[in-house]
């Protein structure tokens, strides 16, 4: 029996950068130090201008996963949000192995970029309308040491080209 080839390893950084050029889509990208909370990043706001978002890695009863996005000081009803987003049953938390699996990246990094990683549509994205009344999203370039701007429209391109077309509904 043969073993099981190697995964791919997840995508970096300046290879979804090449994926958004070969899309022409325009992007801008600063460096900061790490940030790992809404509150750590809430520092950069003067110098990164648009939407923040920020992101839930969630798993439902049934095993089903979802990447929800909203900004950066949405308050989400974790009780509740199963209804909206098509969970079958109360979700929680996804835990960090599937969270690098299927989306390449680790707690702290969880960005909507990182569904280039899931080739296999095992995730389900997620938009909060509210956010999506930013005409330029913000979002971690699959680490949390960067923020990267792109025009709404371009995320909602990029997110269709790996395959996820994304449910838009009012979260916050």
Aim: proline fraction near 8%.
């Amino acid at each position: 029996m043969a073993a099981n080839p190697t995964p791919d390893p997840p995508t970096t950084r300046e290879a979804l950068f090449e994926a958004l050029d070969a899309l022409g889509i325009a992007h801008t990208t600063k460096d900061h130090p790490p940030v790992f909370t809404v509150a750590e990043s809430q520092a950069l706001r003067d110098i990164i201008p648009g939407g923040h978002t920020k992101n839930l890695f969630l798993k439902d009863k049934k095993g089903q996963y979802f990447l929800v996005t909203v900004e950066e000081d949405a308050q989400v009803d974790l009780k509740s949000i199963h209804t909206l987003i098509g969970g079958r049953g109360r979700v929680s938390f996804g835990k960090p192995e599937p969270l690098l699996e299927l989306l390449g990246v680790t707690p702290g990094s969880v960005t909507a970029f990182g569904v280039i990683n899931d080739t296999d549509g095992q995730v389900q994205m997620v938009l909060d309308e509210a956010l999506m009344k930013h005409e330029i999203i913000n979002a971690h370039p699959l680490h949390n040491d960067a923020t990267t701007s792109i025009a709404r429209a371009d995320l909602l391109r990029f997110l269709e080209s790996t395959g996820h077309s994304p449910l838009i509904v009012p979260l916050s």
